[in-house]
């Protein structure tokens, strides 16, 4: 076959596509045409395909049932390697030159699928199956029974290689939102548009129109989709108006925050936009919202109602009078309703293939039956179809009459389907609004919602053409009117569209039969009627439950054809109403939404920023290798040639004890505390006292919880009687300043203190160990480095290398220290005066990770290592830094029973006694290797935790910082670290490990 | 031992990237305010503008989110009891000192921030729509115009914005160390805006302003 001409079921003239225009694609392999207008979905009906996907559980052969967003069956997968999408729908997909797809879930082909033998052990592929069946043997699960399942029942196939398009987002503020360019949509839109109010429009299709494009229609005596054109270029051209098509709004979230995707250029193919962001999510705050979403039409539940060949009565209509396709030769309808009568009708007008319309009700529309009598059709009335027949597409229907028996066979080669609608409801749901049952159209309609929206058109059931309209226009008008503008709202139009429906769910449950065949309620997921009804038997009374355990409605078509079936069957089965049964709850997103679009531009180096101090690109230069702390990069250590991070840390420690060792410092938190309270201030939030801190020195604070928990620390200046300048540890900078604020805010508002973040004002450089003092007295001759002048905790103002600084000598590792501060747009400036200033005495750069080392030597603590938020300062060794006589935050905590308590755990220093063993951070520690004489299964218990460990050049051995019960009274005791198969002993010690006099830290004057 | 005096902002090494993006300024221009005054200020304005005004030659705003000028300065809203206080390079020590002496006696906060942000200034039709993508507040030429001022986010970074001309150009304040990425950030904005340009981006750039 030539393959690419064949176009076999196109309707000479019909259809709103480009003749002029081919497209080649390809399905499966085969190498097709279709046109310019076309789905996926409609160019393949074009050529007489019908068999396009099988089905989830029993790969069932499937068609398209739908020609919209409804569509439970056409998923295929688009396009081949990093462009490769699964599961979409083909019915939304837009024809390009060269499109490739191929079905899901089937092997190895469409036609002819192995796995259809499932359908053979369909009575215990029942509800529940999973649950009831491979509940044994238990380790089975994850090795076998999970692998096998997923390879079995999965879709299609995700992409193995980076997405190579890229992904926006836009925030948009409106004062009207409205969803939905159809009938209602475009009519309420121009109402806002021309009021010239901040107006957005939102359509899923290429174009507006909406219902208008699937069925002829007549609007001010111009064909429908002629009046959508001219409403949307009306639209369009207004400059406060935001049209944007192929747009879907997947959720409505509060505060009328509605968010879409807008999908620029997938209907041009893969890779042929470069540059161009392929999808935009949409984020819409609005000040009203005008829901006009249509409606979906729903199938019948008869025996084997999933065949190829089975469609919907609209979309049976949309094929022919939008795209010109023809779906048979002989097609029957299967109608309950006065909407689907017609829609056959149409349909018939244009393809001339519908024979004969079967209806369960006595009595249709006298206009209607007429008018198909004029167009050939024969009407059965009390009759459904009970069930079709065929392999791989319908070839006939047993026809049965409502009263009494006998089936009767009719060939036929298409059925369409209408067992009536169901307004769109799920965006109104999720805003949430509230949903009611009406009887008479057999329908779930908006009711009320909580947030300012107004419904319109089908969604409103105002199902036909000019009460759409009118619908449309009364809710921009009553939209304007809530935002203040002088329109007269009118009322409230009060007469809903009739739909003569005669509710038929489920054919055997009507008909009172056990009829063949398998009656499909959610196609995607293959939940039939028989699921449900076992369900109802086994007990499932909530439709919650019920979704929940037969799956009703929870593939990714989120039950749009299904929902409303299952429930009524459910209710049916337990005798209720179905108003008391009620919908489950709808849930964004409406359409599936891919991560990419979701991830926008926050990828790669924009995923999440970078912090970097001023001294960055020395760093870069110098080779160091970074740590992230927080979202900030720091030098983890500075490797020669050939030195792995052991080395290299070894070489650092070693430097920064015996001769000199330089750190960026620059990421800790700096607040500027000013005000004639703030030594008060001080006095409240750190444990300690701070009223006679002397301007010009410096003390080490601990700040606790409420709770008496150690919060966080650091060392905070007196700048002067009414100024501090606190610092905090890099992680907490933001959270602490909240803390203060909150504290200044809510409890102390008397107190007169301001507090601001000075972080990145200044540029910090410590420059530590012996040879300190000999460094800075070659950056600063002017300044006086002696003990005598410049002691221990204080700072002193000055110039170094030439920049104006603030020199604090504060010290996190027990030597001689130095932190130089300076503006930071001198940062880099003054670290490589310090690197030139430090050559001859040895000093090194060194990283997080010595600082870690060095601190760990001297047992300085670091927030959320040694502690956890359950430690207490007394825990850790701080009890120095605790005042006894004024009150802070968390004082009252220290004298509950349990922070009071002897035999807390506290901090202790460790040393194993194999000297290279390492002991892995959060390491439990036991008393005695001894395992328990109740149950040798068991080991002695822990008695805490290893929070810190390293090893050490300085000590020539591993050593540790833990926090062991009662760890104070066990010094020289060994404890063991539990490690993988054995035990190790260590032993334990006072945490200083180094200089426990403090002899080290004024060096030699 | 001395080091350059010579200062170093915080986005130095973009003048060239940025000066790219600036192609067509009619479109997109951006560029950074390097080293001008920023002071942050914290007053009981209701009873002590006059003294700020004395100093600064500029009145403090009351409104929220919006910013005045006088003399030298423009002074931004913050909060209820703070400003930040915009002046050329180099006036941020005599500027402080004044202010501190002004306020004697009275509960202030007068902290120099100079060297701690820095500023973006963007300009031209895309202006609006590039920040759109990352800043969730209304910046339709009607709801975002001088003399407006708003604390946000742009992505993922806390920024401060200042409407400075309708036109528009928009001041973007950043922290230093988040400036890499809302400079990184806003170039691909651009570029996204750019390479649409035949697909979208005069329409929505057109209805945003």
Same mark, same amino acid.
């Given at each position: ?402 009263? *009494?028996?006998?089936? %009767? !066979?009719?060939?036929? +080669?298409?059925? /369409?389907?209408? &067992?009536? @609608?169901?307004?769109?409801?799920? =965006? ?28 319109? *058109?089908?969604?409103? %059931? !105002?199902?036909?053409? +000019?009460?759409? /309209?009118?619908? &449309?226009? @009364?809710?921009?008008?009553?939209? =304007? ?51 449900? =009804? ?472 | ?209």
């Amino acid at each position: 076959m030539s393959g690419t001409a064949a176009n076999i079921a196109r309707i000479e003239g019909a259809g709103k596509i480009d003749r002029t225009r081919p497209l080649a694609f390809t399905f499966n392999g085969r190498k097709l045409q279709g046109y310019a207008g076309d789905t996926l979905a409609s160019a393949l009906l074009a050529n007489g395909i019908h068999l396009v996907a099988r089905s989830f559980k029993y790969h069932r052969p499937r068609g398209m049932l739908t020609a919209g967003n409804e569509e439970p069956n056409a998923l295929v997968q688009l396009e081949r390697g990093p462009y490769t999408e699964p599961n979409l729908r083909a019915t939304e997909i837009e024809l390009y030159e060269g499109l490739d797809a191929s079905s899901v879930n089937c092997f190895p082909n469409v036609q002819f699928d192995l796995r259809a033998i499932n359908g053979l052990a369909s009575s215990i592929l029942v509800a529940g199956f999973y649950n009831k069946t491979f509940m044994w043997p238990k380790g089975f699960w994850k090795k076998v029974y999970e692998p096998a399942l997923r390879a079995a029942a999965g879709l299609g196939v995700a992409p193995d290689s980076p997405d190579p398009d890229t992904y926006d987002r836009m925030h948009w503020h409106c004062d009207v939102l409205v969803v939905g360019a159809g009938p209602a949509g475009l009519s309420a839109s121009l109402q806002a548009g021309r009021r010239g109010v901040r107006t957005v429009i939102v359509e899923e299709a290429p174009e507006a129109g909406g219902s208008l494009l699937q069925r002829p229609a007549t609007i001010d005596g111009v064909a429908g989709t002629e009046w959508a054109s001219k409403a949307f270029a009306e639209l369009d051209a207004m400059p406060n108006v935001l049209f944007l098509c192929r747009t879907s709004v997947f959720g409505y979230y509060d505060h009328n925050y509605l968010m879409a995707v807008e999908h620029r250029t997938d209907h041009l193919g893969p890779g042929r936009s470069p540059g161009v962001a392929r999808k935009r999510l949409w984020h819409f705050r609005a000040k009203r919202v005008v829901l006009a979403t249509g409606a979906h039409e729903r199938p019948i539940v008869f025996g084997n109602n999933d065949l190829p060949g089975i469609v919907l009565a609209n979309a049976a209509c949309t094929y022919a009078t939008r795209y010109g396709v023809s779906l048979g030769k002989c097609g029957v309808a299967f109608v309950n309703n006065d909407h689907g009568f017609a829609l056959a009708l149409e349909t018939q007008a244009v393809a001339r293939n519908i024979a004969m319309i079967i209806d369960p009700r006595p009595d249709p529309d006298d206009a209607l039956v007429k008018r198909a009598a004029a167009l050939g059709v024969r009407v059965l009335c009390n009759s459904v179809i009970a069930t079709a027949h065929g392999w791989n597409r319908v070839s006939s229907v047993d026809i049965c009459p409502t009263r *009494g028996t006998g089936l %009767a !066979r009719l060939e036929c +080669d298409h059925v /369409l389907v209408s &067992g009536g @609608l169901n307004p769109a409801v799920h =965006l109104y749901s999720q805003a949430p609004g509230k949903l009611r049952y009406d009887a008479n159209l057999a329908c779930f309609l908006p009711d009320q919602c909580i947030q300012t929206v107004e419904v319109a *058109g089908a969604l409103n %059931a !105002r199902f036909s053409l +000019d009460s759409a /309209l009118e619908d &449309g226009a @009364l809710a921009g008008k009553r939209t =304007l009117h809530t935002l203040g503008q002088a329109v007269d709202a009118g009322a409230p139009a009060e007469a809903k569209d009739e739909l003569h429906i005669l509710p038929v769910w489920s054919v055997q449950a009507q008909l009172g039969l056990k009829l063949p065949g398998k009656h499909f309620v959610d196609y995607q997921n293959d939940v039939t009627e028989a699921d449900i =009804l076992l369900a109802s038997r086994e007990g499932f009374r909530s439709v919650e439950h019920t979704k929940r355990y037969t799956t009703t409605g929870m593939a990714t078509d989120q039950g749009k054809t299904s929902n409303v079936i299952g429930l009524a069957i459910l209710a049916a089965s337990l005798g209720k109403p179905i108003p008391e049964v009620g919908t489950t709850t709808f849930r964004p997103p409406f359409t599936p939404v891919t991560f990419g679009a979701i991830a926008g531009r926050d990828r790669g180096s924009l995923s999440d920023p970078v912090r970097t101090t001023p001294m960055h690109a020395w760093h870069v230069d110098n080779g160091a290798v970074f740590e992230d702390v927080g979202q900030w990069k720091r030098p983890w250590y500075f490797p020669k040639p050939g030195e792995d991070l052991h080395a290299a840390v070894a070489r650092e420690t070693k430097a920064l004890r015996t001769t000199a060792g330089v750190m960026d410092a620059t990421t800790l938190g700096k607040i500027d505390i000013q005000g004639a309270d703030a030594a008060e201030f001080l006095n409240r939030v750190y444990t300690n006292a701070w009223t006679k801190l002397a301007v010009g020195s410096c003390r080490y604070g601990v700040m606790c919880r409420p709770d008496g928990m150690v919060m966080d620390d650091g060392v905070t200046a007196r700048l002067a009687d009414d100024r501090f300048l606190m610092t905090t540890t890099t992680g907490n900078a933001a959270r602490v300043l909240d803390w203060l604020e909150e504290w200044l805010q809510t409890e102390w508002p008397e107190l007169e203190v301001y507090c601001t973040t000075v972080t990145e004002q200044w540029a910090t450089t410590a420059v530590v160990g012996p040879n300190a003092r000999k460094i800075l007295k070659a950056l600063a001759p002017d300044m006086d480095f002696s003990n005598a002048a410049f002691p221990f905790m204080t700072f002193r103002e000055g110039v170094v290398a030439g920049l104006a600084a603030r020199v604090f000598r504060i010290s996190f590792n027990g030597e001689l220290s130095y932190e130089i501060n300076v503006p930071s747009w001198h940062g880099l400036a003054l670290w490589r005066a310090v690197i030139e200033a430090g050559k001859p005495h040895g000093l090194t750069p060194y990283g997080t990770e010595t600082m870690h080392v060095a601190r760990a030597e001297k047992g300085y603590i670091i927030i959320g290592q040694e502690t956890d938020g359950t430690v207490t300062p007394q825990d850790v060794g701080l009890e120095w830094a605790v005042s006894k006589q004024k009150d802070f935050i968390g004082k009252r905590s220290f004298s509950r029973s349990d922070t009071a308590r002897a035999g807390r755990k506290q901090l202790v220093g460790l040393l194993p006694q194999d000297k290279a063993f390492v002991a892995p951070e959060g390491s439990h520690l036991v008393a005695s290797p001894e395992r328990s004489t109740f149950d040798p299964r068991l080991g002695s218990p822990s008695i805490g935790h290893i929070t810190s460990s390293y090893y050490s050049p300085n000590l020539e051995s591993a050593f540790a910082l833990a926090l062991i019960a009662n760890g104070r009274a066990m010094h020289g005791k060994t404890v063991y670290c539990s490690q993988g198969s054995g035990l190790k002993p260590m032993t334990v010690t006072d945490p200083v490990f180094i200089d426990k006099e403090g002899k080290r830290r004024d060096g030699i004057d | 031992m001395t080091a350059s005096t010579d200062r170093v902002s915080p986005l130095e090494n973009w003048t060239a990237r940025f000066a790219a993006a600036s192609a067509t300024p009619v479109q997109f221009s951006i560029r950074e305010v390097a080293f001008a005054t920023h002071i942050n200020l914290r007053v009981d304005a209701a009873a002590f503008g006059a003294k700020v005004r004395a100093v600064l030659g500029c009145d403090l705003p009351v409104v929220a989110n919006t910013w005045t000028t006088g003399g030298e300065c423009s002074a931004i809203w913050l909060g209820p009891d703070e400003w930040l206080v915009v002046a050329p390079d180099g006036r941020n020590e005599s500027f402080c000192a004044d202010l501190r002496t002004a306020l004697s006696g009275v509960h202030h906060a007068v902290t120099d921030l100079s060297a701690n942000r820095t500023m973006l200034e963007i300009a031209g039709s895309d202006a609006r729509v590039a920040l759109a993508k990352g800043c969730p507040l209304d910046l339709h030429g009607s709801a975002f115009k001088p003399p407006q001022s708003a604390q946000s986010l742009l992505a993922k970074s806390q920024v401060l914005l200042q409407c400075v001309d309708a036109n528009p150009v928009i001041r973007v304040f950043v922290r230093n160390s988040f400036a890499a990425y809302v400079a990184e950030w806003l170039l691909d904005a651009a570029a996204e805006l750019a390479a649409s340009r035949n697909l979208d981006t005069p329409r929505i750039a057109n209805r945003l302003a």
